[in-house]
């Protein structure tokens, strides 16, 4: 890759899909000269970014999230947008490619031009993958993409990370009775501000009204994510196409809601100062780490700690002093 | 407090109990001397430790989690062993100490000279209430203490933090049937090492056996921390001390498995490793935001963050650069 920050910043806001798929590649490599020109280069969109609705979608495998997200795409393009869809799956390192690596999902929604989708980094942390999916994000809103859904599954932390990253988070259920409930972790169902219950349809109907109503009835104990957003729980069927049209209406109401309330850009705003830290942090860790005093000493510390003899708290003020170059602690 | 930590680790040692109350109340403090002094105690404190048997316990408000400890804290004494009880709740500083802080709790256990009870730091994050009770709990291993029960409200990721610092992580439960499964957290029962449900007496009996068999099934489809452990599920009550002795065979018989294979002492050089490496982050990220050159490029690198003019990861690498005195990237 020869061209320049500045071209390919350029060719990106001209919304050219190559130079899109290019800029991600570029934001996803770990080699030091490239997230050095990945840096520049996002510099440059941030003034075109910022503009899209942006979605987080998860639920249990099987749940149909790819069907769903197809059906829920075409819908959007028919009302003239342009979609982007991500991912954040860090077990895609062990898997290949768990989610979205599989050319034959979202064909229909792959072929139009007003789509563009991108499967998960291979490899890395949930914060590696996370913060990439980040900087994708912004990429695909300075190539003019309004709508962007990222896709996870419900591994680890994964959903918070999501929720972290997008102005609405949908949460998609299976229809199940009872005590089936509790196949959802409660700190998930406190992120979700729109719950659907897919595949109601055929025989799964009746469930999925029952399913619709437990819901309801169990979000009533959950503090809302908004003061000023009940959180609603729908029936759809990304098969048949019911309840899209009404679910891509709800996203609007949404997004107007925590508009006027300012809570929208204010969420953003922590959103931003979060990642900030977050990346600080990793940055810090990983500087420390490579200092050349830490690595020498750090073998004997770890191996003392791991077997007792000073405690961790000590151990972390020595691996402090080696960075910054003070004097150790005296022994 | 003008005694050395010589003196001081001395002191602990003999079991003074007024020595080791003095030097949790050191270890609280996060003045900078203190903290000093801290770390030089619990270096002297460290070969004294690590022979006691952790356990962590949790619980939604009302199962009765202290009525429970005094129970099973008086069974052990009478068995020759000696409790020290910490706890780990960081909604302390609101409620200026919601746990372990009532006198009236756990009265008959309080007064025994072979018992030791510490409420909750008040104050402070998550992270720093959890550092301060890891360091209490080698204080009260050093000062002869045996036993050591970590309590903890079911509040954030309390629990998490809680199984980290223990060997055992027990769960308690209430009698309760179907749908109220769903109360738990799902991430918290794949930290149970044991299970019980408690007031199985009188009118509860029955609902308290209904209980177990629901958890029994339950934690079947959830991956066991161990794979030479399989969680128990098993009714008591605190109240009447039926199933108290059990308890405590069933730990014993806990620790024996894990040692035997090993795992005990793998899973404490592990915690050990992850708390040094927390600590670090930690003091790193507090020495950056000391650091002058970050104090005064943060505000203005802040607000471009917030009003979205910077990408975070660009602020990133600028308050790395100030922290670290090298030339920041070209504008």
Same mark, same amino acid.
């Given at each position: 890759m020869h061209i320049t920050a500045a071209a390919l910043a350029e060719a990106v806001h001209a919304g050219e899909r190559r130079a899109l798929a290019r800029a991600i590649t570029l934001i996803e490599s770990t080699r030091a000269d490239h997230r050095e020109r990945a840096a520049e280069l996002l510099e440059r969109l941030m003034p075109l970014t910022g503009r899209s609705i942006r979605i987080g979608i998860s639920g249990v495998p099987g749940v149909g999230k790819s069907t769903f997200i197809e059906a829920l795409g075409m819908h959007v393009i028919d009302r003239g947008h342009r979609v982007a869809v991500l991912a954040v799956d860090p077990s895609s390192a062990l898997s290949g490619?768990?989610?979205? #690596?599989? +050319?034959?999902?979202?064909e229909e929604l792959a072929r139009r031009p007003e789509a563009f989708i991108r499967p998960s980094p291979a490899g890395g942390t949930l914060g590696g993958v996370a913060r990439r999916t980040r900087e994708a994000m912004l990429a695909c809103e300075a190539a003019g993409f309004d709508v962007i859904i990222v896709e996870t599954v419900g591994v680890g932390q994964s959903e918070t990370a999501v929720a972290e990253m997008t102005d609405l988070f949908l949460l998609l259920l299976l229809p199940a009775g009872g005590?089936?409930?509790? #196949?959802? +972790?409660r700190g998930i169902m406190e992120l979700a501000d729109l719950v659907l219950v897919n595949k109601?349809?055929?025989?799964l109907a009746g469930a999925a009204r029952r399913t619709v109503a437990d819901y309801r009835h169990a979000l009533h104990m959950l503090r809302p994510r908004s003061r000023n957003w009940t959180v609603p729980v729908e029936a759809c069927s990304a098969h048949t196409g019911a309840g899209i049209p009404e679910t891509w209406e709800t996203i609007g109401r949404y997004r107007e809601t925590l508009d006027a309330s300012g809570e929208l850009a204010a969420r953003r705003a922590a959103q931003a100062r979060t990642w900030m830290w977050s990346e600080t942090t990793d940055n810090l860790v990983a500087a420390l780490r490579e200092h050349p005093a830490v690595r020498e000493r750090l073998p004997e510390l770890e191996a003392a700690v791991t077997e007792g003899r000073i405690p961790p708290t000590l151990a972390a003020r020595r691996l402090l002093a080696a960075f910054l170059g003070e004097e150790p602690d005296s022994e």
């Open positions: 490619g768990s989610i979205l #690596g599989d +050319k034959t999902r979202m005590d089936e409930l509790q #196949g959802i +972790k109601a349809d055929g025989d």
